[in-house]
């Protein structure tokens, strides 16, 4: 709610300070008092674009500041929060706009600095301006279908909209996602099915490497290895100097020594060991001998075996066999892997479509909700518009656009969705007899924006967020039956939101809860605008003065008084 507005050299308005309070605000005044000047000075602060044109001649920069009441706003305070603005314990936010010669024009919330389009976000929160002016909320789409939907009671259903569309988005990364990973490993399956077939064909087996190579080695060297096993035997076994024809000789001394001496009894015995070993060895080198052969053909299996080994460590970067069945193993389990992500992905796709059924089985019924809705406030708002003297038509717009590869799917068609669900909303007037229906936001003249926008905020006002509507020309070409229906539209309204209005009708004058008069006048040769809260005798004054000019009769102010329920 607007609790003050001071307005300092802006325009005619050379220091104004009001105090703003609940109820039904009237401002009245005669043409070119300056009532013009206030409303563009309430629409800075709502976000307007300024001009150095407005600075009151002979100053150098023009200042308005409003301060408003948030308490329970939360949405405000979330915004002001995540533009790192405090409001403190008084629920207060003071909005400043400073406009400068030098074009140097500033707003402040709270002594803080913000952009203008900061300001807009804010200011479209904390009051409507209804006029021939930019700053109506109700004219972006956004809006309107928030309060089709906050009307019909719907906001639950969005949510669980929004939820399901977020469900159904994440299903179609995860399908995209997997299928891409699916596609890179499908583009490698032949090249991972010809190397595992290359290997397993070849036969290998941990540890072949090693005994090729000891095997070729001891081919190699089947001549040495026969020229030492030979002397070895004839050393040993044959001969008449072989260690078998001494060791009797040997055993015999022994024997004789052993029999002198008790203490040589072991050797004794040791030369009788020797014996049987010479003969075991012996028998070792002699069938080992027997074994000794060159074989030129399994020396020729043996290094084509071994070239093929290298071959293959060559073009698989491997050290060894064994590192080249390990790589086997993984290319078996790559293989396994594509099998299983493809798995997968069918349960991935399934799961897509029933996210896509769930957010278009709840879409569809907000759908059919809205329509419900926007037929029950068709009907109410074009009710209010004939009792304000606008012979109009109203229509809400819920409309669907088709598309091949729509979200929603309904029947045989697929048509395109978000997060609040498959519907285009979109608020029609057609404010005179035999014109089309057009958006809202074009709808040309003041007093029949004013006037439906006050038609649309009497029949929504109890889920309008808004706290402060503005209306000004809300009188233009209404006779005083319709302003007397305009003004308790307006007293009605004000039950649960500040309403402002500037009007030249004594009808809606006099439905005021506080009543402020817009003059111009003359000081030490300066012209400038005052507004000054009237008690209420200067209220039957002033409501008689509309009626009836400059010249005030008894009858008028006694009509006045009747106005006010006096």
Known sequence: MLQHLRIKNYALLEDLNIDFSEGLTILTGETGAGKSILIDAFGLLLGDRASTEVIRTGADSARVE?????????????????????????????????ISKTGRNRCFINGNPITLNVLRA???????LHSQHEHQS??????????????GHLMALREQVGIAYRAYQQAIRDVKQHQKRVEQMQSQI?????????IDNAGFYAGEEAELVQEEQFLENVETLYEH???????????????????????AALEKIGAIDPNMQEATEHAESLTVLIEELSLTLQKYLGKLEFDPQRMEEIRRRLAVIRGFKKRYRVSSVDEL???????REKLENIEHNEDRLTELQAALTQAQKTYSALAIELSQKRQTTAETIQTRVETVLRELGMNARFQINVSQEAQSSGAVIHGNQTFTGDATGMDKIEFMLSANVGEDLAPLAKVASGGEISRTMLALKSVMAEIDPV???????????????IGEVVGEKLKALATSHQVICITHLPQIAAKGTVHFSVQKIESGGRTKTEIRRLNLEERIEEIAKIMGGETIREVTRQHARELLGM
Request: proline fraction near 2%; charged fraction near 25%.
């Open 66 to 98: 409003g301060v408003f009441d948030i308490f329970g706003r939360a949405d405000l305070r979330q915004i002001l929060e995540d533009t790192g603005i405090e409001t403190g314990e008084d629920h207060t936010v003071v909005i400043t706009r400073e």
């Open 325 to 331: 069945l390990a790589y086997a193993d993984d290319l």
């Open 122 to 128: 804010i200011g479209d929160r904390l009051a409507n």
């Open 467 to 481: 706290p402060t509507f503005i209306f000004d020309e809300i009188d233009t070409g209404i006779s005083g039956r």
């Open 138 to 151: 109700l004219f972006a789409v956004e809006i309107q279908r928030d309060y089709l939907d906050q009307f």
């Open 190 to 198: 032949d090249i991972y099915e010809f190397q595992l077939n290359e």
């Open 229 to 251: 096993a030979n002397n070895a035997y004839q050393t040993l076994y044959q001969g008449d100097g072989s260690l078998m024809n001494l060791a009797p000789t040997v055993h």
